[in-house]
């Protein structure tokens, strides 16, 4: 084989070393920017789950001392069911556990 032959063989693997290079620098570059962009996106995701998750514990929070409350002013437990939606057996035992504090001075 000529030297020029060598020379152009050699010069032709540097080239496809150099491309093959280039793609895996491409592909690690393309997977770290999606990481980055799956982590951007997760995050979003993950504040509206928490903002809806605190959302819906406002709201049970709120439903609970309502009917806390309505319990306290002596209120039909079916009535206070019927508009809470707390079930008559979560209902009862609030009721027993007020009962328990009022009598005892602490929750059981």
Not at 15 to 35: L, P, Q, V
Not at 64 to 76: C, D, S, Y
Not at 79 to 87: A, K, L, N, P, V
Request: charged share 45%; net charge negative; aromatic share 2%.
């Amino acid at each position: 084989m000529s030297p020029l032959t060598k020379m152009l063989l050699d010069w032709e693997k540097e080239k496809e070393e150099a491309k093959a290079i280039s793609r895996m620098e491409g592909k690690e570059e393309g997977i770290t920017e999606g990481r980055e962009k799956g982590r951007k996106e997760g995050k979003v995701e993950g504040r509206e789950e928490g903002r809806e998750e605190g959302r819906k514990k406002g709201k049970i929070e709120a439903m609970m001392e309502t009917a806390q409350k309505l319990l306290e002013r002596k209120m039909n437990i079916n009535d206070i069911q019927e508009i809470t939606g707390i079930s008559k057996e979560e209902l009862e035992n609030m009721q027993k556990e007020k009962e328990n504090f009022l009598h005892t001075g602490s929750t059981k």
